[in-house]
């Protein structure tokens, strides 16, 4: 644990054996991200990714009322390239050339949670606004608490969400027309909708319920072999992104290594010995 203590907006915690435990914490801010919070998002998400000691992770936001409120718009208002300060005598290829590195670093923080190799359980309530759905996007299994509200609001302060939603949004969910309702209108959408539309998977009664399902969802994959689990995550998130030809060469490639690991042999001995198997780490 002492590895991930220097964090100030990112609390870390294993409450389980090989599950680590990530919280948005900047509860007082309604968990809204500034740009230290999403350099410290990325960072993490990293050092978990390399982590062996750690098989499964959960994120979800401190306090009651929020996951996250997304972009913290007075932040991003006084600093950095959106605040209209500083810059102004550069001409237009210039100062788009910073605005495209200040995007795209953000871009690449919350996406560096998607390329964590462990399975990310996002588990959400009360306020999950803009940033929120693109984070949630980058999960690999999304849960919520019923008093969950969501919604892609980036229109409603003039710009195109930037972040992952609308390309990432369209592959979670199997209704374009839906998509363009809620990121088009930036309207609120609840937890029920979420769960009726397959962008979460799971609605429980509170957040209590909601981060005890996600914990207890990661201490089940973290039993598994992290082989299995990883390259499963791999595989899945290559072919969605592939042809089916290329995705089956990936999986082809991918096994010939991965099932000279001992985990194969434990884990079908297990089934005639009737026995819990363990694995080593990966």
């Known amino acids: 644990m002492a590895a ?29 991200f500034s740009r230290p919070m999403w350099l410290e998002f990325g960072r993490v998400f990293r050092q978990l990714g390399g982590d062996a000691d750690v098989r499964a992770v959960v994120l979800s936001g401190a306090g009651d009322r929020a996951f996250t409120a997304g972009l913290d718009v007075t932040a991003a208002s006084t600093e950095g390239p959106l605040s209209g300060t500083g810059g102004e005598d550069l001409d237009p290829a210039r100062r788009a050339k910073a605005l495209r590195g200040h995007i795209e670093e953000f871009q690449e923080c919350i996406s560096d949670m998607e390329r964590c190799e462990k399975p990310v359980i996002c588990a959400m309530h009360g306020v999950a606004l803009g ?3 693109d984070i949630a996007c980058c999960a690999d299994i999304r849960l919520a608490a019923s008093n969950t509200v969501l919604a892609v609001k980036e229109v409603n302060i003039g710009l195109a969400a930037d972040v992952g939603t609308l390309a990432r949004l ?7 027309s839906w998509v363009k309702d809620v990121c088009l209108s930036a309207r609120d959408f609840s937890a029920r909708e979420a769960l009726q539309v397959g962008f979460v998977s799971q609605v429980f009664e509170d957040k209590a319920r909601t981060v005890q399902a996600a914990l207890d969802m990661a201490s089940r994959l973290a039993e598994k072999s992290p082989v299995a689990v990883q390259g499963t995550k791999e595989l899945l998130n290559h072919a969605r992104d592939n042809g089916t030809a290329a995705a089956l060469r990936y999986t082809a490639v991918w096994n010939s290594v991965a099932l000279q690991a001992g985990d194969l042999r434990s884990a079908l001995t297990s089934v005639f010995s009737k026995k819990k198997p363990t694995f080593e780490k990966l």
């Open 4 to 32: 991930y203590a220097p964090y100030e907006f990112m609390r870390v915690t294993f409450p389980a054996s090989h599950v680590a435990h990530v919280e948005i914490n900047r509860a007082s801010k309604l968990n809204a």
């Open 131 to 133: 940033l929120a759905v």
């Open 170 to 176: 369209p592959k979670i969910v199997g209704s374009t």
